[in-house]
C-alpha cells in the first residue's frame, strides 16, 4: 500500500523560503516517479514540479528558478526546496507518485497522493 506524508510547509513572509519533504512508503520507491502540485483556496490543483525515476526534471514556468526539486533514494524522500516565495504561493501542497518514468505536470497521469502541507505566504 502506497503511503505519502508530506511536512514542511508554514508561514513565511514575501521572499521567504521553505523546504517540504515528502516520504513514501509501502513500495518500491527506485521506480516510481514524483512530483508535487498544489492547490489554491478556488483553484484547481496544478503541477509545480516533477521528478522521474532516473532523475529528469520538469518545472512549472511559474516555479522555475525559485524551486528546486530533488530526491533522496536511500531514504525515500521527496524534496521540494522553495525560495523567493511570493502569496500567489500560497496553497496546499501535494506529493504525489506513480510507477515507472514521467515528469508530467498533468494531475490525472499521477496515481498516489499525500495528505497535503499548507504553504502559507503574507506580510
Known amino acids: 500500500q502506497v503511503q505519502l506524508v508530506e511536512s514542511g510547509g508554514g508561514s513565511v513572509q514575501p521572499g521567504g523560503s521553505l523546504r517540504l519533504s515528502c516520504a513514501g512508503s509501502?513500495?518500491?520507491?527506485?521506480?516510481?516517479?514524483m512530483a508535487w502540485f498544489r492547490q489554491a483556496p478556488g483553484k484547481e490543483r496544478e503541477g509545480v514540479a516533477a521528478?522521474?525515476?532516473?532523475?529528469?526534471?520538469n518545472y512549472a514556468k511559474s516555479v522555475k528558478g525559485r524551486f528546486a526539486i530533488s530526491r533522496d533514494n536511500a531514504k525515500n524522500t521527496l524534496y521540494l526546496q522553495m525560495n523567493s516565495l511570493q502569496p500567489e504561493d500560497t496553497a496546499i501542497y501535494y506529493c504525489?507518485?506513480?510507477?515507472?518514468?514521467?515528469?508530467?505536470?498533468?494531475?490525472?497521469?499521477?496515481?498516489?497522493w499525500g495528505q497535503g502541507t499548507q504553504v502559507a505566504v503574507s506580510s
Open positions: 509501502g513500495y518500491a520507491y527506485t521506480v516510481y516517479s
Open positions: 504525489a507518485a506513480r510507477a515507472g518514468t514521467s515528469f508530467t505536470l498533468a494531475v490525472p497521469f499521477w496515481d498516489y
Open positions: 521528478i522521474d525515476n532516473v532523475g529528469r526534471i
